[in-house]
């Protein structure tokens, strides 16, 4: 009988193996390597201003073609220290130099280093889902 359950196990786990996914490929597969869709990007207009408090600004340009990936930022390009000087781009705040301990270092923290989770460019684009949003300013009168 053990025999029998043996074999219908050993059975069963190359079914298995069999219908497991195959991972193929190599890193420049993933999804960092691919790009991003673009839809209508607006022109360059300028400081967008937020519609809630503590919002993180909005990218006022086209971000087409820069890259922020774990070895390069282009976002670095204007707006670091240094060369939002010469080029009139916003510079970095002072936040974006401290770790989440509060310490302040020379260069940006790498935990603002991915510029895109949070600042995001606009597009003219139909919502998905529909809604009533009002900011801060509309609620206020302002």
Same mark, same amino acid.
């Given at each position: 009988?053990?025999?029998y359950l043996?074999?219908?196990l050993v059975a069963m786990a190359g079914f298995v193996m069999a219908e497991a996914p195959k991972l193929s490929g190599s890193i420049d597969d993933t999804t960092e390597s691919v790009a991003p869709g673009f839809y209508?990007? !607006?022109k360059d207009t300028g400081n967008i201003p937020t519609t809630f408090p503590f919002q993180p600004p909005l990218v006022p340009h086209s971000i087409r073609g820069l890259q922020v990936s774990k070895n390069v930022n282009h976002c670095l390009g204007c707006h670091a220290i240094e060369p939002s000087k010469t080029t009139g781009a916003t510079r970095l705040p002072p936040s974006h130099f401290m770790d989440r301990d509060g310490n302040v270092h @020379?260069? @940006?923290s790498p935990s603002r280093y991915f510029c895109? !989770?949070?600042h995001? !460019? !606009?597009t003219n684009v139909n919502p998905i889902v529909q809604n009533k949003f @009002?900011?801060?300013r509309q609620t206020q009168g302002k």
């Amino acid at each position: 009988m053990r025999k029998y359950l043996a074999l219908t196990l050993v059975a069963m786990a190359g079914f298995v193996m069999a219908e497991a996914p195959k991972l193929s490929g190599s890193i420049d597969d993933t999804t960092e390597s691919v790009a991003p869709g673009f839809y209508n990007p !607006q022109k360059d207009t300028g400081n967008i201003p937020t519609t809630f408090p503590f919002q993180p600004p909005l990218v006022p340009h086209s971000i087409r073609g820069l890259q922020v990936s774990k070895n390069v930022n282009h976002c670095l390009g204007c707006h670091a220290i240094e060369p939002s000087k010469t080029t009139g781009a916003t510079r970095l705040p002072p936040s974006h130099f401290m770790d989440r301990d509060g310490n302040v270092h @020379e260069n @940006e923290s790498p935990s603002r280093y991915f510029c895109l !989770q949070c600042h995001v !460019q !606009q597009t003219n684009v139909n919502p998905i889902v529909q809604n009533k949003f @009002e900011s801060v300013r509309q609620t206020q009168g302002k």
